[in-house]
Each structure stands twice: as C-alpha cells, then as structure tokens.
C-alpha cells in the first residue's frame, strides 16, 4: 500500500526554521518525481517545490526560492523540505505528493498534510 506520511509542521515565529519530512512506505521514493505542495486558508493549492527522481534536480516555486531546500535520504526513503526565513504568508498546510512523469506531471499520491503557521 502506498502511503505518504508529512511531519515536522507546527507553529514558528516569523524568520524561523522548520525542516518537513515525507516518508514514504510501500513504495521507493527515489524512483518517483516528490513534489511539495501547500494551501493557504482561502488561496488555491500552490506547487512549491520538486526533486526529480533520475537526476535529483530540483525545482522551486518563485515565492520560496532561495529560503526552501528540498532534499532526499534514500535510505530512509524520506524526502525532506528545510523551510528557513519563514514569512506569515508561508503559514499553509503542507503537503507531499509523487508526481507522475516529471516535476510538471499530476500529482499521483498524497500525503495527509502538515500545519505550518509563522506567527509572532
């Protein structure tokens, strides 16, 4: 069974860190396109970023580049996203998701989401 599991969210002031972790079971990670996604209470889904499974490239959504990393441990078939600088507007529920074909492709499985919230 598939199964996607985030943790790592919870409540940090603005300019703080948080480090996301999607692991993953029933599947090999590193076989499969892992994208980050969030919602923000009233705003539509946002793709934020994606690792590549055949090259490890990495993408990056406008609005988190240059403060997000993402990263893998295959051997903990975990795929993490250190968050740094974080901003009020970065408040979200987060998720991951594989993404089918490419970092661009549907998003296939899921996550259940974590909460993130930067507030003083």
């Known amino acids: 069974q598939v199964q996607l599991v985030e943790s790592g969210g919870g409540l940090v002031q603005p300019g703080g860190s948080l480090r996301l972790s999607c692991a993953a079971s029933?599947?090999?990670?590193?076989?499969?396109?892992i994208g980050w996604f969030r919602r923000a209470p009233g705003k539509e889904r946002e793709g934020i970023s994606c690792?590549?499974?055949?090259?490890?490239?990495?993408y990056y959504a406008d609005s988190v580049k240059g403060r997000f990393t993402i990263s893998t441990d295959n051997a903990k078939n975990t795929v993490y996203l250190q968050m740094n600088s974080l901003k009020p507007e970065d408040t979200a529920v987060y998720y991951c998701?594989?993404?089918?074909?490419?970092?661009?492709?549907?998003?296939?499985?899921w996550g259940q989401g974590t909460q993130v919230t930067v507030s003083s």
């Open positions: 029933g599947f090999t990670m590193a076989n499969y396109n």
């Open positions: 998701a594989t993404q089918f074909g490419t970092c661009r492709g549907p998003p296939e499985y």
């Open positions: 690792i590549r499974s055949n090259d490890g490239r990495t």
